[in-house]
């Protein structure tokens, strides 16, 4: 089976999701940043990861999912700012998930990411309570993902490959 990895990463945190999944994958395997990439061809499973932007899929990655992923096996990898367990992410999540809708998705993981400086004065500065709440959050989010998040990342890429054999 011949696998690729492919991601967009503005901060660093889905490409340590995206190369811990790599090494897991025994199969023959590359690993590229979706920037680098005009076709799916020749894979039998793609791993596709991306940070969420603005509650859902920044453009880049839903140009990617809509343009090259249709029909193909694809099992999602998210990073996002939120802690796993805020209620509004499952919604972030499930459109991360539309934006895959053309793939055969076999299976999605996400984990929390650090949140960027830059991101977190912004959303200090925001008139809205909720975007300013999760900007006081944003010290929380240090070190992640963390050993734990990128073993559980691992453990999905042995889920998926499993799946696929
Ligand atoms: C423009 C922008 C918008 C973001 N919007 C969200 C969001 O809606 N929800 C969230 O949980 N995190 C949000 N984040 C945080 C990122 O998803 C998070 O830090 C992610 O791990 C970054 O991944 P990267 O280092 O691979 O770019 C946003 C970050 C940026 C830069």
New binding site residues.
């Given amino acids: 089976m011949k696998v690729l990895i492919a ?9 340590k999701v995206a190369e811990a999944i790599f090494q897991e994958v025994r199969d023959e395997k590359e690993i590229k940043e979706m920037s680098e990439l005009d076709s799916l061809g020749g894979y039998d499973l793609a791993f596709v990861g ?7 899929a920044p453009d880049e990655a839903k140009s990617f999912l809509e343009n090259h992923c249709k029909g193909k096996n694809v099992a999602l990898f998210v ?4 802690p796993e367990d ?1 209620e509004d ?1 499952q919604e ?1 999540l499930a459109k991360c998930k539309e934006a895959a809708a053309g793939a055969n998705l076999i299976g999605m993981f996400d984990c ?5 400086q ?2 977190i004065d912004m959303l200090l500065k925001s008139p809205d309570p909720k975007l300013r709440y ?1 900007g006081e959050m944003g010290p929380t ?1 240090k070190g ?1 993902p963390d050993a734990a998040r990128l073993e559980r990342a691992r453990e999905f890429a042995r889920e998926m490959m499993e799946k696929e054999k």
Wanted: avoid cysteine; aromatic fraction near 16%.
């Fill in positions: 991601y967009m990463s503005q901060t660093g945190n889905t490409r991306f940070p969420i932007h603005g509650f859902g990073t996002h700012g939120a805020l992410l972030w929390q990411g650090e949140l960027a830059g991101v999760f989010t992640q």
